[in-house]
């Protein structure tokens, strides 16, 4: 994601995916505000049809882009496969599932560092994770 100089930042995004017992949500976040949290969770469940509960824990930063890696690492969790460390993601998630455009070219950075990235500006980024997925474990 975007640091404060503009130059990119790194960041360990982890998440752990738990089905909801009940009407309650059960979120516990560190590093991303849990209104975030279950905004992004919200649009997930609209998106794949299924019903989520989850625990996400963003290390290293409160990044204001890391909406891809959350939600990457909400989906890979809710599939039992968790992302390779090759794969970058960066962008902030709209409510209609696409992703905005970032304040760096993510593409480039990532494929500097030698990662592959999805979720590219317009793109939905549920369906490029899905097509992804499959490829990447």
């Given at each position: 994601?975007?640091g ?32 975030r ?38 989906v ?5 496969a ?12 709209r ?43």
């Open positions: 994601v975007p404060a100089d503009g130059r990119p930042v790194v960041i360990e995004v982890e998440a752990m995916i738990v089905p909801r017992a009940g009407s309650e949500r059960r979120l516990v976040a560190s590093g991303v505000s849990r209104e949290l279950a905004t992004l969770i919200a649009v997930i469940e609209r998106e794949l049809g299924a019903v989520l509960d989850g625990d996400v824990t963003v290390r290293g930063t409160s990044a204001v882009e890391a909406d891809a890696a959350v939600v990457a690492a909400l890979g969790a809710s599939r039992g968790p992302w390779p460390p090759s794969v970058a993601f960066c962008g902030v998630m409510l209609d599932g696409t992703v905005a455009a970032t304040s760096i070219d993510v593409a480039a950075e990532a494929q500097g560092m030698g990662c592959r990235w999805i979720g590219r500006p317009g793109e939905k980024l549920i369906a490029a994770l899905d097509r992804s997925h499959l490829r990447a474990v």
